[in-house]
């Protein structure tokens, strides 16, 4: 390995270089100066030569000991580059946007850069043709000479090429191509992406090719260098040309150059926080005076971005000018470096998108802008020949990524190769596939608490091999202390072609018979997880269920969705839960029972799902997502025996705030109307695992508060390093700031008071015949607030909790002796 670090300087007046390229000559690896003009390089494909160059000053080259770790040092002579009124230096304590040009020259951008965009013009359209290709890199001959890759992976050896750029051998490993047709509406604003091509390597029985295309997307989103704030790898970058610009960005001129014939500003910009999510690079402007439209830009990020897994990234856009008025982006591609670990290998990821045939300010038809869907896919859209994809490409393929796909057949093919997939997925997602079916999850296999002891479980579900439309699942689990079992069967029908097609129209009937924790509903984890084991305090009140549940989901491309639900529910008492009325003579009750219907409307507009091949995950956006739904018990349906209602509402929006990170909050209220016993009352989500939960309130007992009526507000504020970026320290551990407040006020009335009532169940108390579930204060809510360190080793976020009411209630949870305090952490990975 060559390791080389220096400083790049102006020979005349020692001044560091800002922008300087310094590469080794004949291959493309390679690095600019930052601020200061210095450089670091490491690389196991370097040359003998170093050079140094930049405009105006004359290529200097230095001789390199291949590895070995060195200090090379430039000075580059010729005067600095004088342009009309100012001169060009690198003085970073001179550096101020008052009489700058390059601050009026990005201010006149910015000030033009609604008439640049094409968003300007009444109507467009254009051909669209994406590629995606994702390869291996950093193979050294050392891995190529490994003899179980040779003996069992042969068909992959012959698959990987060498670089005529840099020389680097490298393993084409996936790709993509999408044709589309995009259609514009000013008014009423409408964007359309009518897909009628794709072609994608897969595999089939690991991943969904869904979920795959999804994942591409979200890494490799459309970029618009005129957007104020650009989403790229799950964080908000800011565009050099947003009006923030000049206070997130440097900026300097660096010469006047031709661009496709023509006279151009180089314009080049770089972080003032190198640590900020923010790009460095060049900025090509149109020299007339007049619409100081963008011409090129080529952009990267510093090597000391607060960003994971990513060790380089290049951006290139160029524009060409139709009608003599308006300049459009003609050839974007994007290169992403991914790297897991430091020395290991890692992906290369490009994305080259070449748009053409545009026609402007002439409408299509209605029903081309009436679509409901932002992308609309045609049915055939996957079967298109050979001979369309040779006259729907710019270029043709070279001949490794023709032969990807047949490589990516045949290695899933091999039984090593099943093997690894199978154990790899099996950790992952906790399932193993065998035949028609899949056992799981593994986390749940074995778990504990105070009731049933030690638990066993196993189950079964459906794939696809076994049926598109129709999924059955079950699962069984034994305790040893209360000596039951619990199992579930059930059964799903979707209306789709499939059932893992988004938008759902589907039908779910089910049974089940188990045990839960009242008030809890953890949307994406099983309350019989491994992890959840482990509980601070009591835990030693449960409810044993026996439901039977029809459930019918519709949703929409809009975003809006009914949930139409019928339930006959039997509850009873399990540990020391008991169900008895305070009345003269105490009455003991086994169970409650219950016929409920539910309506649940949601509205989520432009919502996307992360699709697996037997779940989905939501993926958040700017837009707000409301919530209703209404609960109407029924007695004497079949066997309920409670007439009363429930109505509830929800609102949460994530709000973006580009260099101060993001914020999500959360709204909720709702009602019981009638008469009904404790565990119908609202129990709040509470976590007494050591695990962190967003949704719930960590530093609450299970059953601790109930009401008949309740609010509730919940924030979290994630800021993406904006404060640790700043911090010496800090700034090198990329750690990043999470700050979040949840508070809850509710009311019961004296309807549903067993004080007032004696005939209600009474609430329970703790072993010592104390109180241990209580009604709230008048006027002052459950509140806890937390802060703590996200990108914690790149996969933890740990938080400091403290509980700031009700500190007197029996069982609180106690860190350093101080009541309320708790420290939770769990697993996220994200860029």
């Not at 440097?250 to 314009?267: M, R």
């Not at 019961?748 to 209580?774: A, C, K, M, Y």
């Amino acid at each position: 390995m060559t390791r080389i670090k220096g400083t790049v300087v102006d020979a005349q007046t020692k001044e560091p270089l800002p922008f300087v390229n310094v590469a080794f000559k004949g291959a493309n690896v390679g690095t600019t100066t930052d601020f200061d003009g210095k450089f670091s390089l490491e690389t196991q494909w370097g040359t003998t030569v170093l050079q140094a160059s930049f405009v105006g000053y004359k290529t200097a080259s230095k001789t390199v000991q291949l590895g070995k770790s060195q200090e090379i040092n430039f000075q580059l002579t010729n005067d600095a580059i004088e342009m009309e009124t100012f001169t060009v230096k690198a003085d970073k304590k001179r550096y101020r946007n008052k009489d700058n040009p390059a601050v009026e020259l990005i201010k006149l951008v910015i000030d033009h850069k609604d008439e640049n965009r094409k968003e300007s013009l009444d109507y467009y359209e254009f051909d669209k043709y994406e590629k995606i290709e994702i390869d291996l890199n950093n193979i050294t001959e050392e891995f190529l000479n490994k003899g179980w890759l040779k003996k069992k992976f042969q068909v992959v050896l012959d698959h990987i090429d060498t670089s005529e750029v840099n020389g680097k051998p490298y393993l084409p490993i996936f790709l993509r191509e999408t044709a589309s047709k995009m259609y514009y509406r000013k008014k009423p604003k409408t964007l359309k992406e009518y897909q009628y091509g794709s072609k994608m390597t897969g595999f089939e029985g690991y991943l969904d090719d869904n979920g795959i295309s999804f994942i591409m997307d979200k890494l490799y989103q459309d970029i618009d260098i005129y957007d104020n704030n650009i989403d790229l790898l799950s964080n908000q970058f800011t565009s050099p040309i947003s009006p923030l610009g000049t206070t997130i960005y440097k900026y300097f001129i660096i010469d006047t150059l031709d661009v496709n014939g023509y006279n151009c500003i180089n314009l080049a910009f770089t972080p003032r926080n190198k640590a900020d999510f923010a790009f460095k690079g060049n900025m090509y402007i149109l020299n007339d005076s007049s619409t100081y439209a963008v011409t090129k830009v080529q952009m990267t990020v510093t090597d000391d971005i607060n960003l994971n897994f990513v060790k380089d990234l290049q951006l290139d856009q160029e524009f060409t000018l139709y009608n003599d008025s308006i300049w459009l982006l003609t050839k974007d591609k994007l290169v992403i470096d991914y790297n897991l670990t430091e020395k290991g290998r890692g992906m290369f990821g490009k994305r080259t998108v070449n748009f053409n045939n545009h026609v402007f300010n002439k409408p299509a038809s209605e029903e081309i802008y009436n679509k409901v869907e932002k992308i609309i896919k045609e049915e055939d859209m996957n079967q298109k020949t050979d001979s369309f994809w040779v006259a729907t490409r710019p270029d043709t393929l070279t001949k490794q990524e023709e032969g990807v796909y047949f490589m990516i057949d045949s290695i899933q093919k091999i039984p090593a190769f099943k093997r690894t997939m199978d154990i790899a997925f099996l950790f992952i997602t906790g399932w193993k596939e065998i035949g028609i079916i899949e056992i799981g999850p593994l986390a749940s296999f074995y778990s504990f608490n105070d009731v049933e002891g030690f638990r066993l479980r196993s189950g079964f579900r459906t794939t696809q091999k076994f049926s598109k439309k129709n999924m059955f699942e079950s699962y069984g689990a034994y305790g040893f202390k209360d000596k039951e079992w619990k199992y579930l069967f059930a059964f799903t029908h979707s209306f789709n072609r499939n059932f893992l097609d988004n938008p759902q129209n589907r039908i779910l009937v089910q049974y089940q018979h188990e045990t839960i924790f009242p008030g809890q509903d953890l949307q994406f984890l099983n309350d019989d997880n491994f992890l959840l084991s482990f509980k601070r305090g009591n835990s030693d009140q449960m409810l044993f269920i026996d439901s039977w549940k029809l459930d019918y989901n519709k949703e929409s491309h809009s975003g809006f969705a009914y949930n139409v639900i019928y339930e006959y529910k039997e509850q009873r008492p399990l540990g020391r839960l008991f169900f008895q009325t305070s009345e003269p003579i105490p009455v003991t009750y086994d169970d409650i029972k219950t016929d409920a219907f539910d309506i649940n409307l949601r509205f989520a507009p432009n919502e996307q799902f992360y699709q697996g091949k037997n779940f989905r995950l939501p993926i958040p956006n700017k837009y707000p997502i409301f919530n209703l739904s209404y609960r109407q018990g029924i007695k004497g349906l079949t066997q309920g025996e409670i007439e009363f209602s429930r109505l509830a509402g929800r609102v949460s929006k994530r709000f973006y705030l580009a260099q101060l990170g993001f914020c999500d909050i959360e709204v909720e209220g709702g009602k019981i109307f009638g008469q009904v016993p404790y565990p119908l009352l609202n129990l709040p989500q509470a976590n007494q695992s050591f695990f962190l939960q967003e949704p719930s309130f960590n530093m609450m007992n299970f059953m601790e508060f109930l009401s008949d009526e309740y609010t509730s507000v919940k924030l979290n504020y994630y800021f993406n390093g904006f404060i640790f970026n700043k911090i010496p320290l800090f700034k090198r551990l990329k750690w990043r700031e999470v700050i979040s407040a949840k508070a809850l006020y509710g009311n019961l009335t004296s309807e549903n008071d067993p004080t007032v009532h004696p005939d209600l169940f009474r609430f329970p108390t703790d072993p010592d015949g104390n109180q241990s579930i209580f009604t709230f204060d008048k006027g002052i809510p459950y509140v806890e607030v937390s802060a703590g360190i996200m990108n914690f080793f790149k996969v933890f976020r740990i938080e400091l909790l403290q509980r700031l009411t009700y500190l007197d209630n029996p069982n609180i949870g106690t860190t350093f002796g101080v009541p309320g305090l708790g420290i939770r952490a769990k697993g996220k990975v994200d860029f």
